[in-house]
């Protein structure tokens, strides 16, 4: 594929027409007359060979193709806008823009808050919005990462992409107050013997893929999408579940549970940004890397790791 014979503006006429479904609804969503969008259209069926929309009835519909590239065109117009939105300079006083952080509820709550707040006394322009991590982080990290502005993940989840070491965590357990059977320490038994509440996606896999070295195969009654979910669904119950040190110390507050060190010598977490190389030279992304690494530096020197019982 030849990229000097494509006019990238048909990356947003391509956009606009597989999202609206509609020529006359594209062409005013991008400025563009109805003739105009119509011809766009014509271009686009030929370079792909497919109709893209077809006509279904009163109404178009799109084609298998068409539907294929409605999530591969929005990324890519994701990455164009970022690539020319890139500057040399990056003053955080003066700039107005949005960052976009995959972070999980784990990693918004012990992180992004402190996070948040210093952007809000340092940087009154800037804005962050975190979105949960998707189910394919692991299978697709590039084009995700192409489409972001930094990916908050501890070591042993990507590879591959450059990282920043934000802080260091550790995992403990948790039981409910009044758990029938466990007192002041979990015994390695009971790990194999009571129900366990996880968080069902990758993110904690260095955690699991250790307990499965030790030969405990955790039964699971209940699995949810969100760390802070946990205390809540261990409190009155005998399961148990694994979850981090920082968001304990934050939650078991909020619930009638107790924190217990592991019955073996957990791996440590160590919590980092990712970014893809494009943004490495980027001024506002490196203002961005720098106020993270240096609000990870703060969490570590100011209150390391808690200490629970």
Request: glycine fraction near 4%.
């Given at each position: 594929?030849?990229?000097?014979?494509?006019?990238?503006?048909?990356?947003?006429?391509?956009?606009?027409?597989?999202?609206?479904?509609?020529?006359?609804?594209?062409?005013?969503?991008?400025?563009?007359?109805?003739?105009?969008?119509?011809?766009?259209?014509?271009?686009?069926?030929?370079?792909?060979?497919?109709?893209?929309?077809?006509?279904?009835?009163?109404?178009?519909?799109?084609?298998?193709?068409?539907?294929?590239?409605?999530?591969?065109?929005?990324?890519?117009?994701?990455?164009?806008?970022?690539?020319?939105?890139?500057?040399?300079?990056?003053?955080?006083?003066?700039?107005?823009?949005?960052?976009?952080?995959?972070?999980?509820?784990?990693?918004?709550?012990?992180?992004?808050?402190e996070l948040a707040r210093v952007v809000h006394e340092e940087a009154p322009g800037i804005r962050l919005r975190f979105t949960q991590p998707p189910t394919t982080i692991?299978?697709?990290?590039?084009?995700?990462?192409?489409?972001?502005?930094?990916?908050?993940m501890p070591h042993g989840v990507v590879s591959d992409f450059p990282a920043t070491d934000l802080y260091q965590d550790r995992w403990v357990f948790l039981v409910a107050?009044?758990?029938?059977?466990?007192?002041?320490?979990?015994?390695?038994?009971?790990?194999?013997?009571?129900?366990?509440?996880?968080?069902?996606?990758?993110?904690?896999?260095?955690?699991?893929?250790?307990?499965?070295?030790?030969?405990?195969?955790?039964?699971?009654?209940?699995s949810v999408d969100s760390f802070q979910l946990l205390p809540l669904l261990v409190a009155g119950t005998r399961r148990i579940a694994l979850i981090q040190a920082r968001?304990?110390?934050?939650?078991?507050?909020?619930?009638?549970?107790?924190?217990?060190?592991?019955?073996?010598?957990?791996?440590?977490?160590?919590?980092?940004?990712?970014?893809?190389?494009?943004?490495?030279?980027?001024?506002?992304?490196?203002?961005?890397?720098?106020?993270?690494?240096?609000?990870?530096?703060?969490?570590?020197?100011?209150?390391?790791?808690?200490?629970?019982?």
């Amino acid at each position: 594929m030849n990229l000097s014979r494509l006019d990238l503006n048909l990356v947003v006429a391509m956009r606009s027409l597989l999202e609206e479904r509609n020529v006359t609804r594209a062409g005013q969503r991008v400025g563009l007359s109805q003739p105009a969008m119509s011809a766009a259209l014509a271009r686009l069926r030929r370079h792909f060979d497919d109709d893209l929309l077809a006509r279904v009835g009163g109404h178009y519909e799109l084609t298998a193709l068409g539907q294929v590239l409605l999530d591969r065109t929005a990324t890519a117009y994701d990455v164009l806008e970022r690539l020319f939105a890139s500057q040399a300079d990056f003053d955080p006083v003066s700039e107005s823009r949005e960052f976009k952080l995959i972070a999980s509820d784990y990693a918004v709550a012990v992180f992004g808050t402190e996070l948040a707040r210093v952007v809000h006394e340092e940087a009154p322009g800037i804005r962050l919005r975190f979105t949960q991590p998707p189910t394919t982080i692991v299978d697709d990290t590039a084009t995700l990462l192409s489409a972001t502005d930094g990916l908050l993940m501890p070591h042993g989840v990507v590879s591959d992409f450059p990282a920043t070491d934000l802080y260091q965590d550790r995992w403990v357990f948790l039981v409910a107050n009044d758990h029938p059977s466990v007192e002041d320490r979990l015994a390695r038994q009971d790990l194999a013997r009571l129900p366990w509440v996880t968080y069902q996606r990758t993110y904690d896999a260095p955690a699991v893929r250790q307990l499965g070295m030790l030969g405990v195969e955790p039964r699971v009654e209940v699995s949810v999408d969100s760390f802070q979910l946990l205390p809540l669904l261990v409190a009155g119950t005998r399961r148990i579940a694994l979850i981090q040190a920082r968001l304990a110390h934050l939650m078991t507050p909020l619930a009638a549970v107790r924190v217990l060190e592991p019955p073996y010598e957990a791996v440590p977490l160590r919590e980092a940004m990712w970014w893809h190389p494009v943004h490495t030279h980027d001024a506002a992304h490196i203002w961005l890397r720098e106020t993270a690494a240096r609000v990870g530096r703060r969490m570590a020197d100011g209150h390391d790791t808690p200490q629970l019982s």
